[in-house]
């Protein structure tokens, strides 16, 4: 089974930036859609951007043109640079494939929050 490990999130004032990264266990050559998803409290999952292994990317609406999905195949790792944050960005981030793999295929995500 893949191995996903999120790293990148801390706390940012409205305004600030961070780049995610998504490490892979095993050659993401094999998914050909990658994707980065968010947890924001009291909420279910959303799908926050996805990227193919051609390089078609599609965004949310509400990070469109503030965030930036990109891939590294070499090196199995997906990354999300994330700038004009705002407090409602705050959010349990996650990697996965789309449609996303099987319950066990989840990380722990990493966490962004938001925050003056």
């Known amino acids: 089974q893949v191995q996903l490990v999120e790293s990148g999130g801390g706390l940012v004032q409205p305004g600030g930036s961070l780049r995610l990264s998504c490490a892979a266990s095993?050659?993401?050559?094999?998914?050909?859609?990658m994707a980065w998803y968010r947890r924001a409290p009291g909420k279910q999952r959303e799908l926050a951007a996805l990227?193919?292994?051609?390089?078609?990317?599609n965004y949310a609406d509400s990070v469109k043109d503030r965030f930036t999905i990109s891939r590294d195949n070499a090196k199995n790792t997906v990354y999300l640079q994330m700038n004009s944050l705002k407090p409602e960005d705050t959010a349990v981030y996650y990697c996965?494939?789309?449609?996303?793999?099987?319950?066990?295929?989840w990380g722990q995500g990493t966490q962004v929050t938001v925050s003056s």
């Open positions: 996965n494939t789309f449609p996303a793999l099987g319950a066990s295929s």
């Open positions: 095993r050659n993401i050559f094999s998914f050909k859609t």
């Open positions: 990227i193919t292994l051609g390089g078609i990317t």
